[in-house]
Antibody, heavy 121, light 108 residues
C-alpha cells in the first residue's frame, strides 16, 4: 500500500529555518517524481518544488533560492529544507507522488496528510 | 508560467442536480497534462481525472472531464451528498506545475 507521511512542521520565527520530511512506503521515492505542494490557510494549492527520478530539481519562483528539495534513498524519504522563512510561507505542506509519462500523462496520484508550518513572531 | 482560472468560484446546487466546473488556461495546455482534484475540509486533495478525461481508479462514472487547448471542464452528472467539496484543476508544462484557485461546490 502506498503511503506518504509528512513531519517536521511547526512554529518558526520569520527568517528562521525548518526541514520537512515525507516518509514513503509502498514504492521507491528515487524511482519516481516527487513534489511538495502547499496550501495557505483558507487558500488554494500552490506547487513549490519537484525532484525527478534522475535527481534534477525545480522550484516555483516564490521559493527559489530559499527552499531545497532532496531525498534520502536509503530511508525512502523526501525532504524540504526551508530557510529565510516569511509569514507568507505559512501553510500546510503536502508531499505528493507524480505519475508521469512523456506525452501521455502527468498527475499527482498519492498525497500525504500534510504538515502545518506557521511562520510568526 | 501558465495561470489556470476556475469558474465559478462557488457553485450552489442540490443533490441530484448536475454540475459543470470550468478551468481556463492562460495559454494552451496539453490535454495529457491536465488533472482535476477534489478536496474536502481537513483532507489532502484526491485525484479525480487525469489526461483531461480519464477517471482515476475508484472514481464514480458520474465524474467526467473534457476539453482541450485552453478550456477544460469537469462535469458531475448527479450530485451525491459526498460530492460537495472544493475542486481544483492542475496542469504540468516545462518542469513547472500550477493549480487553479478552486471551485467550491456547496449544498443549496
Amino acid at each position: 500500500e502506498v503511503q506518504l507521511v509528512e513531519s517536521g512542521g511547526g512554529l518558526v520565527q520569520p527568517g528562521g529555518s525548518l526541514r520537512l520530511s515525507c516518509a514513503a512506503s509502498g514504492f521507491t521515492v528515487s524511482g519516481t517524481y516527487m513534489s511538495w505542494v502547499r496550501q495557505a490557510p483558507g487558500k488554494g494549492l500552490e506547487w513549490i518544488s519537484v525532484i525527478y527520478s534522475g535527481g534534477s530539481t525545480h522550484y516555483a519562483d516564490s521559493v527559489k533560492g530559499r527552499f531545497t528539495i532532496s531525498r534520502d534513498n536509503s530511508k525512502n524519504t523526501l525532504f524540504l529544507q526551508m530557510t529565510s522563512l516569511r509569514a507568507e510561507d505559512t501553510a500546510v505542506y503536502y508531499c505528493a507522488r507524480e505519475q508521469y509519462a512523456s506525452g501521455s500523462y502527468s498527475y499527482f496520484d498519492y498525497w500525504g496528510q500534510g504538515t502545518l508550518v506557521t511562520v510568526s513572531s | 508560467e501558465i495561470v489556470l482560472t476556475q469558474s465559478p468560484g462557488t457553485l450552489s446546487l442540490s443533490p441530484g442536480e448536475g454540475a459543470t466546473l470550468s478551468c481556463r488556461a492562460s495559454q494552451s495546455v496539453s490535454s495529457s497534462y491536465l488533472a482535476w482534484y477534489q478536496q474536502k475540509p481537513g483532507q489532502a486533495p484526491r485525484l479525480l481525472i487525469y489526461g483531461a478525461s480519464s477517471r482515476a481508479t475508484g472514481i464514480p462514472d458520474r465524474f467526467s472531464g473534457s476539453g482541450s487547448g485552453t478550456d477544460f471542464t469537469l462535469t458531475i452528472s448527479r450530485l451525491e451528498p459526498e460530492d460537495f467539496a472544493v475542486y481544483f484543476c492542475q496542469q504540468y508544462g516545462s518542469s513547472s506545475y500550477s493549480f487553479g484557485q478552486g471551485t467550491k461546490l456547496e449544498i443549496k
